[in-house]
C-alpha cells in the first residue's frame, strides 16, 4: 500500500516491496511474494541526497519566490491528476470527519496546555476552531460535492518535497489512516505554507498559493 500510493507522486523512488526473513542466526532479504516465512516488511527506495529536499533548500535560502510559485502549481497538478470517488471523498473527508480530526486533535494535546502553549492561546486556537466549524459545515459538503476532496498526501511538509532539475516529486504520504490523508486538496497547500511562515518565510508561503491557485 505504501508503495503504491506514493508512486502517485513521484516516479522511480519507491522500487520494490521487500520482506524480512530469518535464515539460521542472520536476517535476509527477499522479494514480498516469497512463501519463505516473514518476520516484516518493508519498501526498497532510491535515496534521495538531501541538498534536494525542499526543506534543505529552503533553510540554505536557495529557493526564490518564483520558484515557490513553480512549486506550487506542480502540486496541484499532482493533486488533479488524482481521481477520487465520491463515496471513499464523503466516507473518508467529510465535515463530520474533518470535526472528528479536530475535536481528536484537542483531546491529545489540552494536556501540555502552559507546557508546550499558553493556555490562553490553547484556548483562543480551540474557540476559533469550534467556530469556524461550527459556521461552515455547509462549505465543507458543497467542498466534497464539488470534487475538492481526494485521496491526497495527508502530510506535506518541506522535508518530503524533493526537486533537481526537472525532477520533481512528493514522498511519505500517510498510509496508515485513511481519515488523515482524504483531505480537501486546499488544506494540504495551506499545511505546507504554515510551515513556511513558521520559518519566517512569509514571501515563500504566499508564493506557493498563489502557484497552488
Excluded: W
Aim: net charge negative; with cysteine.
Amino acid at each position: 500500500l505504501e508503495k503504491d500510493l506514493n508512486e502517485r507522486f513521484c516516479d522511480g523512488i519507491y522500487l520494490d516491496v521487500l520482506k524480512i526473513i530469518r535464515r539460521e542466526k542472520s536476517f535476509d532479504l527477499v522479494h514480498y511474494d516469497s512463501t519463505l516465512l516473514t518476520i516484516d516488511y518493508c519498501v526498497k527506495m532510491k535515496r534521495i541526497p538531501d541538498e534536494d529536499f525542499l526543506s534543505t533548500k529552503v533553510a540554505n535560502n536557495e529557493v526564490t519566490v518564483e520558484q515557490a510559485e513553480m512549486i506550487g502549481e506542480k502540486i496541484a497538478k499532482l493533486f488533479k491528476g488524482i481521481k477520487t470517488d465520491q463515496f471513499s471523498a464523503e466516507y473518508n473527508g467529510s465535515f463530520s470527519v474533518v470535526k472528528f480530526n479536530c475535536d481528536e486533535n484537542f483531546s491529545q494535546t489540552t494536556a501540555y496546555k502552559d507546557r508546550f502553549i499558553d493556555s490562553h492561546l490553547y484556548d483562543f486556537i480551540k474557540k476559533q476552531t469550534d467556530r469556524f466549524l461550527e459556521e461552515n459545515a455547509a462549505l465543507f459538503d458543497e467542498r466534497v460535492k464539488n470534487g475538492f476532496v481526494i485521496d491526497g498526501h495527508g502530510d506535506l511538509r518541506l522535508e518530503h518535497i524533493y526537486m533537481k532539475g526537472d525532477e520533481f516529486g512528493l514522498i511519505d504520504c500517510i498510509e496508515f489512516n485513511q481519515r488523515f490523508r482524504f483531505n480537501d486538496a486546499v488544506s494540504e497547500a495551506a499545511f505546507l505554507s504554515m510551515e513556511l511562515d513558521q520559518m519566517g518565510k512569509a514571501d515563500l508561503a504566499d508564493g506557493i498559493l498563489t502557484g497552488f491557485f
